[in-house]
């Protein structure tokens, strides 16, 4: 079936304005000088040089070479198996930091607004540690071990400039600051990663104790900044508000009757982009039971009466419920895809995926102050009769939270890969209309959220241009 548009696009000037904002623009660096991330402007830092660490250790010393003996004998007994080195040396760890949160939010089934906060967390203190470890790079250049030991083996790419401070392990520490404070219960796991982390990089002789010491001491206090911006971004307000009683407001749906709203109060949580969670809140939806409001119920139960397979497979496969990596987690896969496919390197790799990351965090606080400023109810608790295709998720329905993170997701990854920008807007397009099939929302929610979250995603393609100094 085809699903018509009963309203005009009223989004569509805005959306326009939006992606002239990023028609042409030079977001992704030129492959230039390795200096670059030291110049780059942090999110968390005042500056870098604020984190400088000078070596421990001078090359030549004695404790020098002590160092470098001992990592040609744990090359000649390595504690670690071939394939964890390859793990952690064959591509950018902040990849593999990313999975590992996504391994935590699947297990602890994290709600989609909470691995959002997670995810700009965690990017946010990777990215300022690589700023901060590069900064410690250009003011103390040295060679890697194997560079300067003939007996030593490279097993893997030296880091860019200087084997001080590590970046990997600055990455390590930042990471595990920001994830064990989210997940304490699985802090042993985090640390084993770490631990395992700084084996490889002493087996594959790219650094000594010492560079690895430095680096870890430049990502804890990296850390330590993120878990203060965590501390005061209010994710720990509390709700002690009413569900309004309203004509066409929401009420909670079967099975969360005796539930609270989902995070009633991220609207209000501290941004990275926007002023204020209310900075881009969007006009009302259709006035209950007024003429545009039924042309689009009368929309939902038509889409929902008549659904192809290949629609029901969209509604479900979009669902990203309990369990999942969730919408946010969803688009940064498809980020770590593509900057696999293009073989970033790490610093870049890292750009990417922190602005996107902290797009998402700022589109669902966007979102979740429209929802619980109008408290629009969902299609199943206002239509008699009327069943949703997928389970109605437990809050308001304008705006839409999957089409405002995939119009935001989406912006921001076709500004870093052109050559996919067409195809990205497609699967925001696709994320929107699959909370139509799905029952869940009114073409205005989708609407809406798509362009409130290209709105978002304009700033961090704004911010990624100025922050690397980029024309």
């Not at 990777?126 to 250009?138: E, G, L, W």
């Amino acid at each position: 079936m085809t699903v018509t548009r009963p309203r005009a696009a009223r989004h569509g000037l805005i959306a326009l304005l939006v992606a002239a904002v990023v028609v042409g623009a030079n977001v992704v660096a030129q492959p230039a000088r390795a200096e670059a991330p030291a110049k780059w402007a942090p999110l968390l830092m005042a500056r870098p040089s604020e984190l400088r660490i000078a070596p421990g250790v001078a090359v030549g010393s004695p404790e020098d070479r002590a160092e470098l003996d001992a990592i040609l004998a744990k090359q000649a007994q390595p504690l670690l198996p071939k394939d964890r080195i390859e793990y952690w040396t064959a591509g950018p760890s902040p990849v593999r930091w990313n999975e590992i949160l996504l391994a935590a939010v699947r297990k602890a089934k994290t709600n989609p607004v909470r691995v959002s906060r997670s995810l700009a967390l965690l990017n946010a203190a990777m990215y300022d540690a690589i700023i901060a470890a590069c900064d410690a790079k250009v003011a103390n250049r040295r060679q890697a071990p194997a560079q300067r030991d003939s007996r030593i083996k490279a097993l893997a790419p030296f880091d860019d400039l200087s084997s001080h401070a590590s970046v990997d392990a600055a990455i390590a520490a930042a990471a595990v600051a920001v994830l064990r404070t989210i997940y304490p219960d699985r802090t042993k796991d985090f640390e084993a990663q770490v631990a395992d982390l700084l084996q490889s990089r002493l087996v594959a002789g790219t650094h000594t104790a010492s560079d690895l010491a430095a680096g870890t001491k430049i990502g804890e206090a990296v850390g330590a900044l993120a878990i203060a911006r965590a501390t005061g971004d209010r994710a720990d307000a509390v709700w002690d508000g009413v569900i309004p009683d309203q004509p066409g407001a929401w009420k909670p749906a079967r099975p969360f009757r005796l539930d609270t709203p989902t995070e009633p109060m991220a609207g209000t949580w501290q941004p990275w982009l926007m002023a204020s969670g209310s900075a881009l809140r969007p006009g009302p939806p259709p006035a209950f039971e007024s003429a545009e409001w039924q042309a689009e119920a009368d929309e939902v139960v038509r889409a929902n009466q008549d659904l192809s397979d290949d629609q029901i497979g969209i509604a479900r496969l979009s669902a990203d419920g309990a369990g999942s990596d969730t919408p946010a987690g969803r688009w940064m896969r498809i980020a770590i895809q593509l900057a696999g496919r293009d073989k970033l390197p790490l610093a870049e790799t890292a750009r990417a995926l922190t602005h996107l990351a902290i797009a998402q965090a700022d589109a669902f606080i966007a979102c979740w102050d429209a929802k619980f400023t109008y408290w629009s109810g969902r299609p199943a608790g206002l239509i008699p009769g009327f069943a949703s295709t997928v389970i109605t998720p437990n809050f308001p329905a304008y705006i839409s939270g999957h089409s405002t993170v995939s119009g935001a997701s989406s912006l921001v990854l076709g500004a870093f890969f052109p050559g996919d920008a067409a195809a990205l807007a497609a699967q925001a397009e696709e994320a929107a209309v699959s909370r139509l099939y799905g029952g869940i929302h009114w073409r205005s929610d989708n609407e809406a959220g798509l362009t409130v979250g290209r709105q978002i995603g304009a700033l961090a393609v704004t911010r990624a241009i100025s922050g690397a100094g980029l024309p």
